[in-house]
């Protein structure tokens, strides 16, 4: 279906894999709407439980393809509405993977800079490689740092001052530092990067499918929770939801008789 990405389905797994290698995955516009595609039409994929983002050959994705761009009118220095629609066309990307149901990894290797860098920060989940190097690469261009959510995402991750240095600097952030500061959760060498999160996947699949929905759920609402009582009150109601499916009653009885469970989505 798509000519800038590679899907591919493994039973509740699916795997999308940035496809332009060529140009270190950089951000087409055709990339950006088939990202665009592919992330609120799960939504409805109930086959899809969790999904893992990479990039083909040796780099994640480099941001913007800025050949193309320089050639458009809604680049930088054309009509302002033009790239207001231009800007906003790409900044839903990380909107949609936030509103789409299941856990997002990203699998990061190489570079991940602009909107690659977006787009990992914006997954639930980020494993890197020992390549991996990180950055908000917009204001080396002259452009603000805070672009595609980064400022959102960014200091929640790692904390105001660590964020305020990687967005003023633009500076990389290398593997290693971005186990240490959170960013990531883990760094393996690369070329195991793609079983430890297929690795990952599979602990999240061992789960309810509905206990995974309403997990990412109220993480994502709770991050801006305006506090304890409404943080409590979301995860009240999930609770009461997923406990009165066939799952839950499942879940007990695997949990009885010591052995896995076998979930159903009902």
């Avoid at 929640?156 to 001052?161: H, Y």
Wanted: proline share 4%; aromatic share 4%.
């Amino acid at each position: 279906m798509y000519e800038t990405l590679a899907v591919e389905r493994d039973k509740h797994l699916t795997l999308l894999t940035l496809n332009r290698p060529s140009s270190l995955n950089a951000l087409s516009r055709q990339m950006v709407d088939e990202l665009r595609d592919f992330f609120w039409n799960l939504v409805d994929d109930t086959q899809t439980r969790v999904v893992i983002v990479r990039g083909a050959g040796r780099a994640f994705c480099a941001g913007l393809d800025l050949k193309e761009a320089a050639t458009t009118t809604s680049a930088p220095g054309g009509s302002i509405p033009g790239g207001l629609r231009g800007q906003r066309h790409i900044a839903e990307i990380v909107m949609l993977m936030r509103r789409a149901p299941q856990p997002i990894i990203a699998a990061v290797k190489g570079a991940a800079s602009g909107g690659g860098f977006a787009i990992a920060l914006a997954s639930d989940v980020r494993i890197a490689g020992e390549s991996a190097r990180m950055n908000a690469a917009f204001i080396r261009l002259g452009l603000s740092a805070c672009d595609i959510g980064v400022s959102y995402f960014l200091p929640r991750l790692v904390g105001g001052s660590v964020a305020s240095e990687l967005l003023l600097t633009g500076d990389f952030i290398d593997a290693a530092r971005a186990e240490r500061t959170g960013l990531v959760s883990s760094v393996v060498p690369d070329e195991q990067l793609d079983a430890a999160a297929r690795e990952m996947a599979e602990r999240m699949l061992r789960n309810s499918p509905l206990g995974l929905r309403l997990t990412k759920e109220a993480l994502k609402i709770n991050l801006d929770a305006p506090g304890l009582e409404a943080a409590i009150a979301i995860e009240d109601r999930n609770q009461i939801l997923a406990s009165g499916t066939r799952d839950f009653r499942e879940g007990i009885t695997a949990f009885l008789q010591k052995r896995p469970p076998v979930f159903e989505d009902r």
